[in-house]
């Protein structure tokens, strides 16, 4: 439930009508595709439904479960330890059982409230495709079915997806905190980082900058660094210093009340080769192409199009990245995908990264980073633009 | 691969001899049960066999993984974008897709590594069990399944649980030295703490200190606090100032190289009404029992009983967390748990948390953990233990 604000803080929670309007919408959905309740198994998709926020998921222990009726609250079917935290959401419908318990892990309990909100004869629709995942153990599902032998499993991707991707203002408010907060951070640095720390201290330095400037949580970091350029920029810090001439890349998905930043800045230590600037250069004029094509009713495709034709003018030898950046929200990445096959239309309210990378010797690659909001006309820029050259690091 | 060891700390990584003991032990498992492969696909999983450590498995965009032939090292079957996080592990045979591509998500490439592997009517092991899911969309699943119709796919969990909760020695240094950071944290909290500053704020500072004093990541860090009590232990920190009176309790899962602590301890602040100290005592005496039950070959159960026991001579009222403690390793949390049912046999290399808790008031909740490995004769404690009575920050 929303919490009164810390002055020049936006609100954690959200209010009941916030929980309203994205149940109504997906009911509205659901009505549609003829489905008679959603069977929902995730952190976000819990998260999205009910406002339950807790780092408890983490345990794999125990599954969770929201069922969204036709009509109506959420009712949630929860081990007995989320009982209380689950009852400061707006949901009042809540069913527990003593966990862990592997002989009937919730599923009796769950097959009732299903038949109870469905019929015996019910469509659930559960997320199966792309980007999601059933958390649950697979054995438990297959009960699941078994006792409820009448009942279609039906695919509700398509609702999720098209709900999740756009945004609300408060959501946005959130997102928008978290990169004012990761800027901020990122723009300190060159005074703070040196030649000489290993990327193990570098990694630490960045996140207590982040959690002393009011970062919840600095959730995702990783990078890399070598000399005139990272190969990699999914990898732990590794324990080596860096030196004078390398490449460095931070990439982070910092929190604020559930909610992502997805962004990364590069840094050169005393001196930069001329191609490692030229790269620079040519994946910011990229993110530049994907700022002005990033408009309501344009693709993913397109914003795609435009960035990679820079990056193709300028030398691009590849991406092993597979797009140019993602939605943005309550996860680390989202749907869409600017992506050439991904034919998402804009609308005002979605989040997105402009990730242009690019390879520009074998085994060195560059990438950059930016969030926006879709608005009408130019989108909005979450984080503080980089700098258009290479930042050095004296 | 294991790195060079920092002077003073466990080396990162693992040597290949490990990962090729675990195979070997899973393939020896694997030929008893008449399975031709496994299948693995969620992130500890895949990493215990292979050394794989990256954070980027918080994108839920691509799914990733690792089949495990009956002979020789595990073949990597994921996107392009880890190719070279990849190469630096022991694995050899790293096959790779373009990824995100949802028209064809890895599904071609996995089935002809499985088809392969295993043949065409080949016995694949997957984990369905209790603690374990399946990380993929359930419709690739689905279709992976048409598309090897006359291949079984199986249960494996059993396989997994038996490996995995019995470490080896090097696992048990890296959960020993977050256990020992994390410690000297809560033992310099006192002097760090004070009534008047807000739940967020002690979350902040807790996360600092882990940081400063080694800690990799403070990826759990759950609480509540409350007057003369907190009745939920697994919420987000609140706005709310800590008071005289209050009870505050931490519990984190802190991280060294991708192993966890999970412990926490409890503070009141100015003063702490009898029922609390009284709470606070029996669950120390709680946790004592279970360090004289837990040796090889006592059950979880007993030593799930050897606490109870304390806790309703103690005037216990129950407890939602539905177990006295649990595995820990490579997660958070892991098989077994501390709970009269499960009956799984303690041998010397298992780590476990001893937990108990109990309600002492209606909505008031006092808990205990400490870590511990179980070696021949008493258990070797991870953590530093508890004072023995309730600490009251002045």
Partial sequence: ????????????????????????????????????????TTEPEVRYFSGYLTQFWQSPTRPWF???????????????????CMARTWVEDIRTWSSPNPADEGISLLAGTLTETAGARGRIGLPKGPETHLRMPLADFEALQRRLPDTTFADASDILRALRMVKSEAEIAKVAHICGIVSEVFESLPGLLRAGMSQIEIFRLF????????????????????????????SPPSTRPVEAGDVLILDTGSVFDGYYCDFDRNYAFGRAADDVRRAYEVVYAATEAGLQAARPSATCAEVYRAMQAVMDRGGALGNDVGRLGH???????????????????????????????????PGRVMVHEENIVIREGPPQLLTRRAAPELPIIA
Same sequence: chains 1, 2.
């Fill in 1 to 40: 439930m929303a919490e009164a604000a810390t002055p020049g803080l936006p609100p954690r929670g959200f209010p009941p009508e916030e929980f309203a309007a994205r149940c109504s919408k997906a009911q509205e959905m659901m009505a549609h595709a003829g489905l008679d309740a959603l069977l929902l």
């Fill in 207 to 234: 996140k207590t900058e982040c959690l002393q400037r009011g970062a919840d949580d600095v959730a995702y970091l990783v990078g890399g660094a070598g000399a005139d350029g990272y190969g990699d920029i999914i």
């Fill in 327 to 361: 939605g943005l929200g309550m996860q680390l990445t989202e749907w869409p995908s600017n992506h050439p096959e991904d034919r998402t239309r804009l609308e005002p309210g979605m989040i997105l990264t402009l990730e242009p990378g690019m390879a520009f010797a």
């Fill in 66 to 84: 929201l069922v969204l009726p036709a009509r109506g609250k959420p009712i949630a079917v929860i081990p007995a330890i989320g009982a209380e």
